[in-house]
């Protein structure tokens, strides 16, 4: 897995239902620590809710996948908030659903249906960006050249990820691994050949668009 789908931005979504009312906070998360420390955070923030439903995916692959129904009936919350992440297709996030209650029992299908439709709300004010695994490329440059040098690989379509100054400038360039050749070919006929990068290591980017 080199690229995958992830949410754009945080973002809250709200549906009520016969009094009842369901919050959806969704977040973009690096791991399973995260997406719990959100579900500890929202519980001290709204500690008048009755519940604090959560589901999260995690991963390149969404390997990670986990849900809590937090005291609803088993399979009416965290079950639909996950299918429902799963549905959009999306990783590295966490929903969780807080719920204050109305008074007025909503059943199971209710409690499915306002569940999932307070992540599908979020979701559609979150949008969604791609991930992709890139490879890093590091090159030197002197001062007079760094500018020049920069914005000619920026013209060429290459991804600059830093500059960095010091007795010489550092540029840290990224490309998917098959475009090294192309990437290295445009620090050539940047440089007239005189630098040559150097293939760092690697890293998740998110992708503009």
Do not use: K, N
Not at 53 to 60: D, I, K, R, W
Not at 82 to 105: E, P, Y
Not at 180 to 204: D, F, H, K, L
């Amino acid at each position: 897995m080199t690229i995958y789908l992830t949410v754009a931005r945080d973002a809250t979504g709200e549906v009520e239902d016969r009094g009842s009312r369901f919050l959806c906070t969704l977040r973009r998360v690096d791991d399973e620590e995260e997406a719990r420390s959100l579900v500890a955070a929202l519980r001290r923030e709204h500690w008048d809710a009755r519940h604090h439903c959560s589901a999260f995916v995690v991963g390149p692959d969404a390997a990670l996948q986990r849900s809590s129904d937090d005291g609803e009936p088993a399979g009416t919350a965290g079950a639909p908030m996950l299918d429902v992440l799963r549905g959009a297709g999306v990783s590295d996030v966490a929903a969780v659903v807080t719920r204050w209650f109305g008074g007025t029992l909503l059943g199971a299908g209710g409690l499915v249906r306002a569940y999932g439709d307070a992540v599908r709300a979020a979701l559609a004010e979150a949008g969604t960006l791609r991930r992709s695994l890139l490879a890093e490329l590091a090159l030197e440059l002197d001062h007079a050249d760094a500018g020049r040098v920069e914005g000619e690989l920026r013209a060429r379509g290459v991804s600059v990820l830093e500059t960095s100054y010091d007795a010489r400038v550092r540029l840290l360039l990224a490309a998917p691994a098959d475009e090294v050749a192309r990437v290295e070919a445009a620090v050539a006929a940047a440089t007239a050949g005189r630098v040559e990068p150097v293939v760092s290591g690697e890293r998740w980017v998110d992708l503009p668009g």
